[in-house]
């Protein structure tokens, strides 16, 4: 590709007298138009294109899309002839870590230490007192004189407290390795109303969630039925009931007296 002004060296960014920014090169074949940054761009102008030592006019010569840098002609053949410097435009730029690239030795030692729980079992206690909370009872290996348990079988865990289902014996070792990280400071919730009925599998409720108060009538659709009395003396109650058992209809049905002595007879009929 020409351009005007003498033949000099192929910049290189990383050798600039000032700093630049990450920058990043390519080497042209004269047929591929597309090319794979690493760092995900939003807009032309994000970037400064250099092919050749000619800069390139964003949208024109170039354009990008996430992390796929794509010229409207191919640049020539050569090595390392594209480079591409990534500007520090407002909050566009990304730099993204590569999948893998994160090793035990970049991990702070308060995340990274797995903690081991050894105490020894006097015969009558049930249960043993972490030194902290695990995630849940499967981020943990508990073993009993080296015989692995299971939970929730052998064991349960609420806190920091395992509960055995069965006595150790007196004197049994009784070790806890920790195998996640710590999670003690760290709660994921459920934002309100998150939940809708696509994340709640059919059937999944039942009539002791109901009952136990775990789903209130403050969290139940309205059937339209006006709470009240139905059916006393004057009146009979008709109650409709739909295939979940819900009464979606009650009404009084008043009671009459028919001329004939002795015989009631309903009003409507």
Known sequence: MAY????APGYDPTRASVPQLDAERFSGDATTTAFTLTRQVVSPTDIDVIVENVTQEPTVAYSVNGYTLTFTGAPGSGTNNIYVIYRASAGSNYAFVPDGSITYAKLANNIKQFTVDAVTANGTGTTVELTEAPASANSIIVSVDGVIQTAPTNYTLSGSTITFTGTPDNGANVVV?????????????????SVTATEIADG??????IANGTITSAKMTATGVTAGTY?????LASVVVDAQGRITSATNVTL?????????????M
């Open 4 to 7: 005007i002004g003498a033949v």
């Open 177 to 193: 390795r920790h195998i996640g990280f710590r999670t003690t400071s760290t709660v994921t919730a459920l934002q309100a109303s």
């Open 231 to 235: 059916g006393d003396a004057a009146n």
């Open 256 to 268: 009459v007296t028919d001329p004939i002595p002795n015989i009631l007879m309903l009003s409507g």
């Open 204 to 209: 999944t409720i039942t009539a002791t969630e």
